[in-house]
């Protein structure tokens, strides 16, 4: 039978696991570029377990393209885990600085008082300049920077989107992360 693709395009995440090697990060990045899949953020960090990096990209994507780019990251040698996250099952969240003119005592009490109802932080005053920090969803972070930029910012610092699942699932679950799998991977 044969399986029926959306063919609507909207913002995919992946999750990847791969052994921390010098140039792993830019081998998963040239696989999306030969593919021609523009990546719309990228984060990269350490997990749990030494030596292995958790790579976390969001492309706009069909769910052909989705499964075509998962299968073949799962391919490259340094990959250990590929997983698809349904943005409903999972927790996504980014982190942005921002940094406000605020030039007199009103403005920045209003800067204050705005980033106090997004639970954001000030992490550093001058006498013309505030800057935010806000952690949240994209929505979260994207309204907040729409109300500031009445005052006139200056410069965002945003990361790219980080993404893990809900509950008890992990990325390790229902992947080849057994050696026996990986045979071929480590015969090389």
């Not at 990546?39 to 969001?58: A, L, N, W």
Request: aromatic fraction near 6%; proline fraction near 2%.
């Amino acid at each position: 039978m044969k399986r029926e693709f959306d063919k609507e395009k909207k913002l995919y995440t992946l999750a990847i696991l791969v052994r921390d090697i010098p140039g792993v990060l830019s081998q998963v990045a040239r696989l999306f570029s030969r593919k021609g899949y523009n990546i719309e953020s990228i984060v990269s960090g350490e997990t749990d377990k030494p030596g292995v990096t958790r790579i976390t990209i969001v492309i706009l994507a069909d769910e052909l393209m989705i499964d075509q780019i998962a299968a073949q990251c799962s391919k490259l040698i340094p990959v250990l885990a590929v997983k698809i996250l349904d943005e409903g099952a999972s927790i996504q969240r980014e982190f942005a600085l921002i940094k406000v003119a605020a030039a007199d005592r009103a403005a920045r009490d209003e800067v204050v008082q705005m980033s106090n109802i997004f639970r954001a932080n000030i992490i550093d005053v001058s006498r013309e300049t505030l800057t935010v920090a806000i952690f949240g969803d994209k929505q979260k972070t994207s309204a907040l920077i729409g109300l500031l930029e009445d005052f006139g910012i200056l410069e965002i610092a945003k990361t790219g989107t980080l993404a893990i699942e809900r509950g008890r699932s992990t990325i390790y679950d229902d992947n080849k992360l057994k050696e026996e799998y990986n045979y071929g991977k480590n015969v090389l």
